[in-house]
């Protein structure tokens, strides 16, 4: 059971807009802690997607996205291409169990 | 280019001890405000955060796993080393180091260590 909660899954067609939610609390999301994303496709290492909340690193389109609000963030990926199949997974960090902590990823199908 | 990349054992029995380092380059653990992290995956499973060692040698571990994880540094030689004791075949997993403090911005490709008699 992960601290933070993400839909196990999420499907789209090319083209189309989807969100991934990830849902914390008030020791993590809601204490006011940044979220972050990773993109892992099949078989690679995890690649950071958006950190601190809503920024994209270098290299990163643009038709991706995330917010933040309360003790919850979201991950919206516009244009959805088939390269874009991958597991997603936010992270944060939690005040009581000083450490950081991953959501249980969520797995992207573009139909 | 910021690098890291693991090695140590792919198999290792119960109860023996693993070690695994990280070998990194193009950043330096001197340097104010840099970290480098372990995380592993079980097979089809999520992320698990295990441990994360500061520049100023701050040591962070995860709850769960603090009495059988110890990380250390050595500068000199830009590595980064996880033991971790009595190990299980839960303990299989993909274990992956990585360069941050709040987010992980660079990530080794992982190595894969399997518990097993």
Not at chain 2, 75 to 103: E, F, I, R
Request: net charge negative; with cysteine.
């Amino acid at each position: 059971q992960s601290v933070l909660t993400q839909p196990p899954s999420v499907s789209g067609a090319p083209g189309q807009r989807v969100t991934i939610s990830c849902t914390g609390s008030s020791s993590n999301i809601g204490a006011d802690y940044d979220v972050h994303w990773y993109q892992q496709l099949p078989g690679t290492a995890p690649k950071l997607l958006i950190f601190l909340n809503s920024n994209r690193p270098s290299g990163v389109p643009d038709r991706f996205s995330g917010s933040k609000s309360a003790t919850s963030a979201s991950l919206a990926i516009t244009g959805l291409q088939a390269e874009d199949e991958a597991d997603y997974y936010c992270q944060s960090y939690d005040t009581s169990l000083s450490g950081w902590v991953f959501g249980g990823g969520t797995s992207l199908t573009v139909l | 280019q910021i690098t890291l990349k693991e090695s140590g054992p792919t198999l290792v029995k119960p109860t023996q001890t693993l070690t695994l380092t990280c070998t990194f380059s193009e950043f330096s653990l001197r340097t104010t405000g840099v970290g480098v992290g372990w995380i592993r995956q079980s097979p089809g499973e999520a992320l698990e955060w295990l441990a994360l060692i500061y520049w100023n040698d701050d040591k962070r571990y995860s709850p769960s796993l603090r009495s059988r994880l110890t990380i250390t540094k050595d500068t000199s030689k830009n590595q980064v080393v996880l033991t971790m004791t009595n190990m299980d075949p839960v303990d299989t997993a993909t274990y992956y180091c990585a360069h941050g403090t709040d987010y992980f911005n660079y990530w080794g490709q992982g190595t894969l260590v399997t518990v097993s008699s």
